[in-house]
């Protein structure tokens, strides 16, 4: 059974600082890993995939993998309220074309 | 560019009734895939087409549900007879070979 697991919070952030949220996962056959963002109500949206070890920057975003831990964790720099919401992890198989497993989210609440 | 359409978007049934949902994705995606995300959880994978060709079904309860992709396009998923755990958003999303998966806005569903 493929499990990713995430704290689910929530978790507090204010203003301007940077927001630490990590995954697990338990199939060490998982070669892609997702994170997705949910705002209330809405649907998922990609952030940032991760294939190899080591980090993974976009703009004030840091994905980064260990696959040895089977690890996953993003990164957040400048939060800004608009980055409050759920922050999905998902792990996958292969290439982006396989069905995931995701997490139950953790819930990110960032401070004015 | 279009993207994933789902419709209806709310649907309230009694337990024992039966529902569809129909997804079009975007254009040109081979791949589809039906989610389904119960409140508080992150979504699960029912369902994978490839073209019209299932890819992966093992989580799907194939005594109540069922899905098609008629022509490699369009999909639908039904649940007959409902229950009430069935109370969920029911997620499609679409993907082109190895690109990221792109959702729809989802059906939330409601069995009372």
């Known amino acids: 059974q493929k499990e990713v697991e995430q704290n689910s919070g929530p978790l507090s952030v204010p203003e301007g600082a940077i927001a630490s949220l990590n995954c697990t996962y338990s199939?060490?056959?998982?070669?892609?890993f997702f994170w997705y963002r949910q705002y209330s109500g809405k649907s998922p949206e990609l952030i940032m995939f991760i294939y190899s070890n080591g980090d993974k920057e976009d703009g004030r975003f840091t994905a980064q993998l260990n696959k040895a831990s089977q690890y996953v964790s993003l990164l957040i720099r400048d939060s800004q309220p608009s980055d409050s919401a759920t922050y999905l992890c998902?792990?996958?198989?292969?290439?982006?074309?396989?069905?995931?497993?995701f997490g139950k989210g953790t819930h990110l609440i960032i401070q004015p | 560019e279009a993207g994933v359409a789902q419709s209806p978007r709310y649907k309230i049934i009694e337990k024992r009734q039966s529902v569809a949902f129909w997804c079009n994705p975007i254009?040109?995606?081979?791949?589809l895939y039906w989610y389904q995300q119960i409140l508080g959880q992150g979504p699960k994978l029912l369902i994978q087409?490839?073209?019209?060709?299932?890819?992966?079904d093992s989580q799907l309860p194939k005594d109540r549900f069922s899905a098609e992709r008629l022509k490699g396009v369009d999909s639908t998923l039904k649940i007959q007879p409902a229950k009430l755990e069935d109370s969920a958003v029911y997620l499609c999303a679409s993907s082109f070979g190895v690109s990221e998966a792109f959702f729809g806005q989802g059906t939330r569903l409601t069995v009372v």
């Open positions: 254009s040109g995606h081979a791949t």
């Open positions: 199939d060490r056959g998982s070669q892609s």
């Open positions: 087409f490839q073209n019209n060709g299932v890819v992966d």
């Open positions: 998902a792990s996958g198989s292969g290439g982006g074309a396989d069905g995931l497993t």
